[in-house]
């Protein structure tokens, strides 16, 4: 469980450097886009941080598993073609097989286990 819990916090700060890194191609024509990639971009950081932390906390994992759906979905809204939309659906699609795997697991009896 703990590789898991790492692989998803791992993916969420990707996602997370990735808006970052995209705000300075949209700072000075579109400073909502701009806002709103920050945004976003610190929507997956506490999740991640608790995934990090305590691997077999499922209210992380149902977090993660919400917060990639959603994001899976704002991404196909805007219509990406090409690598831009095999990235999106290859990231989601592992975000959703990593959570889904984790949440099918028993909890241990002690969560330092």
């Not at 890194?21 to 700072?27: F, K, N, P, R, Y």
């Not at 806002?35 to 608790?50: T, W």
């Not at 090409?82 to 592992?94: K, T």
Request: charged fraction near 10%; glycine fraction near 8%.
């Amino acid at each position: 469980m703990m590789a898991l819990a790492r692989m998803a916090a791992l993916l969420g700060l990707a996602g997370a450097a990735v808006h970052l890194a995209l705000t300075g191609a949209h700072v000075t024509h579109a400073p909502l886009i701009t806002l709103a990639l920050i945004m976003l971009a610190f929507v997956c950081v506490p999740c991640s941080i608790r995934l990090w932390r305590t691997p077999y906390d499922r209210g992380a994992w149902r977090g993660a598993l919400v917060v990639a759906g959603v994001m899976a979905m704002l991404h196909l809204a805007m219509r990406p073609g090409g690598a831009m939309l095999a990235a999106v659906l290859s990231v989601a699609a592992l975000q959703a097989t990593i959570g889904a795997t984790a949440l099918c697991r028993p909890a241990p009896l002690h969560s330092d286990a």
